[in-house]
């Protein structure tokens, strides 16, 4: 019989030190210059001068000026997440506590459309690697929204009897789809949230079919 010997974990090194420095300087720089001149009139010299390293290390670290983008907005999902439970535990209705999860969604997209516009961009290009990440990161808000359909499924609320965690993913999907008369073509987000909410009452509390001569 084999014997499994417990090993420690690989020690930090300072080369490990100096690249989380350097990843926290540029993630620091990138967001005060975005702050103070959106996204497009600051380049990856004037991060990386911010920051006090070489424009070089934007793309080891971060693939470029987008993938700057993708790391800042994933520091805010625990915040971000944790707003998403408090609304999908409310004691509304299923649809109405979906309705608020998916208007605080778009509030913060409403609220630099051009970072959005980057990031969704950006995601039909990053790396599997990325992708894997990213949708174990969102997994968390789909379970939110997938626990709300089965309640409301168990109640009746919701006419919808498919799996919770697929329709789940359908809502999300619309959400995504729904954003886009906002961050490209100037919806308010109340209009982009409205129809979004309509898309997602067909997948969730489908009416009679259609009657057909």
Not at 95 to 110: N, T, V
């Amino acid at each position: 019989m084999s014997r499994t010997t417990n090993r420690p974990g690989r020690r930090k090194t300072l080369k490990d030190a100096q690249r989380e420095q350097t990843r926290a300087k540029l993630l620091a720089a990138a967001k005060r210059l975005f702050e103070l001149y959106g996204y497009d009139d600051v380049s990856v010299t004037e991060i990386a001068r911010e920051a006090g390293v070489t424009h070089s290390m934007i793309n080891v670290y971060f693939g470029g000026k987008a993938g700057l983008v993708y790391e800042l907005v994933r520091q805010n999902n625990d915040h971000q997440y944790a707003r998403t439970v408090e609304l999908a535990r409310s004691k509304t209705s299923a649809r109405d506590r979906l309705a608020d999860i998916i208007g605080f969604w778009m509030q913060l997209d409403g609220e630099n459309p051009k970072l959005a516009s980057v990031l969704h961009a950006y995601s039909w290009q990053w790396p599997p690697e990325t992708e894997q990440e990213n949708d174990e990161d969102i997994a968390r808000f789909r379970a939110c929204i997938a626990e709300v359909i089965r309640e409301g499924q168990q109640t009746g609320e919701l006419g919808c009897n498919a799996d919770p965690a697929l329709a789940a993913k359908a809502c999300f999907a619309l959400y995504t789809w729904g954003m886009r008369p906002m961050v490209l073509l100037g919806k308010t987000v109340d209009e982009a949230h409205d129809e979004t909410m309509a898309m997602i009452d067909l997948v969730l509390c489908p009416g009679p079919a259609p009657i057909r001569s």
